[in-house]
């Protein structure tokens, strides 16, 4: 009897790099990532670790390497290819269409699934009518994961900045992404709502079977909820281990601290 054949990982990144002019932005940049699993990406500022998000969605080519996902090989696609084949992300700096409802935040990520045409759209007919339904109902049940629930109606840009950020995160995953990319999620947040944020994170993980990338700068978070961390100095891999390896990785604790002389020298 034949083995089944082995599920690729849901990422999966060889030697990926880019240069910039003389500057090697990223270098040999390796990484798999599981069903559900959750990898932390840390790293000095500056390490290079948006740049690796911009890779992997497209927004800049790598000069070398490749990354696929789920076996599928990504490379020469553009961002709107790469969101289809389902990496989504949230940013740094929120970006929410602001004056919008968020529903209808919520409602933007999912034009890809409407199959009406302009005629449709234009005669409301009840074609129409019925995938906005669905997709009103399915807006709805996103906004109950991230705890946003009864405030369809608001404009985004109306929401407290905590709201804003875990709107981003389910405008994400109504693209129905297998990965996610978190850049900074917890920026700016207070204990409360990062804790807050940590459940929601562990919750879509559990129930979408979602993968997350997660660049934090909150070292307790990561330390909770990530299962492995990889640590990136000047675009180069330094690091990769458990939370409790890279807490007592000597480089790590360099990069982030400075490196100690080892000699001072006495006064005379």
């Not at 932005?25 to 990898?39: P, R």
């Not at 529903?103 to 933007?108: L, P, S, V, W």
Request: aromatic residues 8%.
């Amino acid at each position: 009897m034949k083995e089944a054949a082995k599920k690729p990982p849901v990422l999966m990144v060889q030697n990926l790099g880019i240069q910039f002019g003389g500057l090697k932005a990223v270098d040999s940049f390796d990484l798999e990532i599981g069903e559900s699993e959750l990898i932390g990406l840390i790293g000095p500022n500056g390490a290079g670790k948006t740049t690796v998000f911009n890779l992997i969605t497209g927004v800049y080519k790598p000069t070398e390497g490749s990354f696929y996902l789920n076996g599928q090989r990504m490379n020469g696609k553009n961002t709107y290819q790469i969101v289809e084949a389902g990496i989504a992300r949230t940013f740094q700096n929120i970006r929410l269409f602001k004056k919008m409802s968020v529903i209808d935040n919520i409602k933007a990520a999912m034009n890809s699934r409407l199959s009406y045409g302009f005629f449709h759209a234009v005669f409301r007919t009840p074609k129409y009518w019925k995938q906005e339904a669905l997709l009103t109902e399915r807006a709805k049940e996103l906004l109950k994961v991230v705890h946003l629930e009864g405030k369809e109606e608001l404009k985004a840009g109306n929401l407290p900045y905590g709201e804003q950020r875990r709107l981003e995160i389910a405008r994400a995953l109504a693209t129905d992404m297998k990965l996610l990319l978190l850049d900074e999620p917890a920026a700016g947040m207070n204990p409360t709502e990062t804790e807050e944020l940590l459940d929601i994170i562990n919750y879509i993980r559990k129930e979408f079977k979602i993968s997350v990338l997660l660049i934090e700068h909150d070292m307790s978070l990561v330390m909770k909820i990530c299962e492995r961390i990889k640590v990136l100095d000047f675009g180069t891999t330094i690091a990769f281990g458990t939370p409790k390896e890279i807490a007592n990785n000597q480089r790590v604790i360099e990069a982030y601290l400075g490196k100690e002389d080892e000699e001072v020298e006495e006064d005379a």
